[in-house]
């Protein structure tokens, strides 16, 4: 009998890194968001290989994502919390809007 691949580890796997990487362009919110989705995908196929371990040959690989989807879920709360927290302590979103458009102005970025 040949040995299959787990159905969801390329996807899961390519969430993870990308919530890797976007962590911190998302403000965490898309990194949050990937990883959790990852996560659900490899816990789904960690079922489905403990069903029956002997039909499927790519485990490994699924362990591998488990741990870059963790990765990216810390980093990504960590980022999420770190931008709420900038923004009351600047004084709301407000005073935060007014920060970030005199920090464009003095970049000579147009806001709109």
């Given at each position: 009998?040949?040995?299959?691949?787990?159905?969801?580890?390329?996807?899961?796997?390519?969430?993870?890194?990308?919530?890797?990487?976007?962590?911190?362009?998302?403000?965490?919110?898309?990194?949050?968001?990937?990883?959790?989705?990852?996560?659900?995908?490899?816990?789904?196929?960690?079922?489905?290989?403990?069903?029956?371990?002997?039909?499927?040959?790519?485990?490994?690989?699924?362990?591998?994502?488990k741990i870059v989807a963790i990765i990216g879920l810390v980093l990504?709360?960590?980022?999420?919390?770190?931008?709420?927290?900038?923004?009351?302590?600047?004084?709301?979103?407000?005073?935060?809007?007014?920060q970030t458009s005199e920090i464009y102005e003095q970049l000579g970025?147009?806001?709109?």
């Open positions: 009998m040949e040995q299959q691949k787990l159905p969801n580890v390329t996807i899961a796997l390519i969430l993870s890194i990308v919530s890797f990487l976007c962590c911190c362009v998302s403000a965490g919110i898309g990194g949050v968001i990937m990883s959790g989705i990852s996560l659900i995908l490899v816990n789904k196929d960690t079922k489905t290989y403990q069903e029956n371990p002997q039909e499927y040959s790519n485990f490994s690989t699924l362990k591998t994502t990504g709360a960590l980022s999420l919390i770190w931008t709420v927290y900038s923004i009351v302590s600047m004084g709301g979103w407000d005073a935060y809007m007014e970025i147009p806001m709109e």
